[in-house]
Nanobody, 121 residues
């Protein structure tokens, strides 16, 4: 199973970016998908998560600015980031809680490789 994140880049304060993360490989189903981020010199922190039924949860710093969504048919999760601030600068990592087959009732957390988001004027 692989998760491929994309969509990062350099944006000015107040701007927007949309991150995508597609899961591929041996996938029977995916429970939660979401995003974490890690700024230089800081620990990785939770950003947002979404269940397979579409229930979303957000970290306080991004509430009202970020929107998480997913396409279950494509095994893809998105993060729409609006009103970006310099403190949003970080490497953003996606993850998925994956069940690999119908015969294996075990869930595994897989991580994407990270995509850099830089908010600067």
């Amino acid at each position: 199973v692989q998760l491929q994140a994309s969509g990062g880049g350099l944006v000015q304060p107040g701007g927007s970016l949309r991150l995508s993360c597609a899961a591929s490989g041996s996938i029977f189903s995916i429970n939660t998908m979401g995003w974490y981020r890690q700024a230089p010199g800081k620990q990785r922190e939770f950003v947002a998560t979404i269940t397979s039924s579409g229930r979303a949860t957000y970290a306080e710093p991004v509430k009202g600015r970020f929107t998480i969504s997913r396409d279950n048919a494509r095994n893809t999760v998105y993060l729409q980031m609006n009103s970006l601030k310099p403190e949003d600068t970080a490497v953003y990592y996606c993850y998925g809680d994956v069940r690999r087959s119908a015969s294996e009732n075990t869930w595994y957390i897989y991580w994407g490789q990270g995509t850099q988001v830089t908010v600067s004027s």
